[in-house]
């Protein structure tokens, strides 16, 4: 696999904008810091029960969507990192990293109504089983926009 971070977003609170910033501080068990699932402040904050310490998306997912007829940036896929050459799915129950910080895939972060519903119809039915991946902070460290991201050996 041979991938690079091309952004990165966080959002303070629940359905707040995301926003990009260029690196951030991943704490391991808890997220990125200064994002709402960091702070327990997230919409499904509840139910990720520390499975959602970081999303990921692939850039090429969101171009296909766009090619589909439905135009969604990165910040408003609301997921943490845009990764290019990424295949999230894969990663499900294995260890990677990215940059310094080591993750686990937990889950597919399959798109769901309250995502169309800040954003635009047809975002719901175009991300399926592309929506990107949870995962875990196994060990922290920081995330730069440019970093590669990488499989780790079992």
């Known amino acids: 696999m041979s991938a690079r971070v091309e952004a990165i977003g966080i959002a303070a609170a629940a359905g707040e904008p995301?926003?990009?910033?260029?690196?951030?501080?991943?704490?391991?068990?808890?997220?990125?810091?200064?994002?709402?699932?960091?702070?327990?402040?997230?919409?499904?904050?509840?139910?990720?029960?520390?499975?959602?310490?970081?999303?990921?998306?692939?850039?090429?997912?969101?171009?296909?969507?766009?090619?589909?007829?439905?135009?969604?940036?990165?910040?408003?896929?609301?997921?943490?990192?845009?990764?290019?050459?990424?295949?999230?799915?894969s990663l499900v129950g294995r260890r990677f990293r990215i940059g310094e910080v080591e993750c686990i895939g937990r889950e597919l972060s399959e798109p769901c109504t309250y995502l169309e519903g800040l954003t635009r119809s047809g975002v719901l039915r175009g991300l399926v089983h592309r929506g990107g991946l949870r995962a875990g902070i196994v060990v922290g460290g920081m995330v730069a926009v440019g970093d590669e991201v990488a499989e780790l050996p079992d």
Do not use: P
């Open 18 to 89: 995301l926003r990009s910033i260029e690196r951030v501080e991943a704490i391991a068990g808890r997220g990125l810091a200064g994002d709402r699932y960091a702070d327990e402040r997230g919409e499904f904050s509840d139910s990720t029960s520390g499975a959602c310490d970081l999303t990921l998306i692939a850039a090429e997912a969101l171009e296909a969507l766009g090619e589909g007829g439905v135009e969604l940036s990165h910040l408003e896929s609301r997921r943490n990192v845009l990764v290019r050459g990424l295949d999230g799915n």
